[in-house]
């Protein structure tokens, strides 16, 4: 059937097939170390399936790397030159690769989310944009897992906020 559509240019040329945003996403040089740990690759395939199309059209002209560093959990930097970074860290890694790796998902999730709505670049307050990344994680489906993840870290008052608009978000799907 796609081949149909292909044939018949009802695919825009801008557009990339899902399958080839994530061939592309994996072959690029920056995530080898992705591709020599079979788990890691399989998680980054389930989080990379969950997007939309629009997503992966953004994602496809921003691209962005996974770049194991040294620090707590992850960060998503904005746009260096043409590119942009989330860094995962060790403990982020190690959840990964964990019966609860769906948890590292939500949390990759979140970065992207940061990425995909441009924070750094719109200079909104801090709450806002964890709050947005917060969604764009639950429009992934990964809401609950996310909410898993905070409830860990409940102790500052903005983290109880972004549960609370998770929650609500949550039983309102």
Known sequence: ??????????????KISKENFITNFLSDANHQWLN???????????????????QIEFFNKHPTFIIPCQAHLSCAIGRTQNHHLVLVFPELIQLLRSAMAFHGLAIL?????????QHTEFKIDTLTAQIEADHFALELGFGEELQEVLLDHANSIDCRVRIAKLTSALISK
């Open 1 to 14: 059937m796609l081949n149909f559509f292909k044939k018949n240019n009802f695919l825009s040329k801008n």
């Open 109 to 117: 999730a979140h970065e992207f989310g940061h990425i995909y709505h």
């Open 36 to 54: 020599e740990d079979r788990i890691l690759k399989r998680n980054i395939e389930i989080l990379l399936n969950s997007f939309s199309t629009k």
